[in-house]
């Protein structure tokens, strides 16, 4: 969906509302719409919140995405695949530099986790994708850590006007 209007609020909701609710029917139309692109032993992992905003937020919402999606999907869910090394300013008002620089080397394989990741396809999981930072950021940590290839699914993506 493009991030604007019902879809704008629906993830605000789901982001900072807690509408965890939303998230099963969010994960039907995310399967729907990623189904052509799964693969059997695909592992499906969420964009990662650093531990503070977590303790703050008290859920991540692309962990309840990224679980549905593998539930309805028979697919192999690994929800702490990633952590955010460290607290990155918001990314809001950023140009697309600015968001690049400030995910750079910001998220890593979680050390407990990079054996589940020789050799495999990996499904990121975001709520909203801007300028793709925050995921190439999650690519780049999966690949260094073994993964073959990347594919990336979001609820909403922002798109410029005009």
Not at 21 to 44: N, T, Y
Not at 78 to 106: H, V, Y
Request: overall charge positive.
């Amino acid at each position: 969906m493009l991030y604007r209007d019902r879809a704008r609020d629906l993830v605000l909701q789901l982001k900072h509302a807690d509408r965890l609710d939303l998230a099963r029917p969010a994960g039907g139309w995310l399967l729907k719409a990623v189904r052509p692109i799964l693969l059997p032993d695909m592992l499906v992992a969420p964009v990662p919140l650093h531990w503070l905003r977590l303790l703050r937020r008290r859920y991540n919402q692309s962990a309840a995405l990224s679980d549905q999606v593998a539930r309805l999907a028979g697919l192999a869910h690994c929800p702490d695949l990633l952590q955010r090394r460290r607290n990155t300013q918001s990314q809001e008002g950023k140009d697309r530099d600015g968001r690049f620089a400030n995910l750079a080397d910001s998220i890593r394989v979680h050390p407990r986790r990079s054996g589940v990741l020789t050799g495999r396809h990996v499904l990121l999981v975001d709520d909203v994708m801007t300028s793709g930072a925050t995921l190439a950021a999650a690519a780049e940590a999966c690949l260094a850590a073994g993964a073959v290839d990347i594919s990336v699914l979001v609820l909403c993506r922002v798109a410029k006007e005009g």
